[in-house]
C-alpha cells in the first residue's frame, strides 16, 4: 500500500510506481474529486489524445423514424 503525508502546505507527493503506472509527467493536470470518504485524482486528458480508444464500439442505436 501506498501511503503519502500531508505537508503542512497541504501538497503531497504522488508515488513512483503510481506516477510509472499511470504515466504521469511533470506539468500534468489532475482533477480532484471529492467523492464519499475518499479523494480521488483523474488525469486531465484531451479530447485529441481520446481519439481511437473506443475502436469496435456498436454505433447502431435504434432511432425513431422522425429522429434520424
Not at 489524445?49 to 469496435?56: F, M, T, V, Y
Request: no cysteine.
Amino acid at each position: 500500500m501506498n501511503a503519502v503525508t500531508v505537508s503542512p502546505k497541504f501538497q503531497v507527493v504522488i508515488p513512483q510506481a503510481v506516477r510509472k503506472a499511470m504515466g504521469l509527467v511533470p506539468g500534468v493536470k489532475l482533477q480532484v474529486i471529492h467523492f464519499e470518504d475518499r479523494i480521488e485524482m483523474i488525469p486531465v486528458r484531451s479530447s485529441r489524445s481520446l481519439r481511437g480508444s473506443l475502436q469496435g464500439i456498436d454505433t447502431a442505436v435504434p432511432r425513431d423514424g422522425d429522429r434520424v
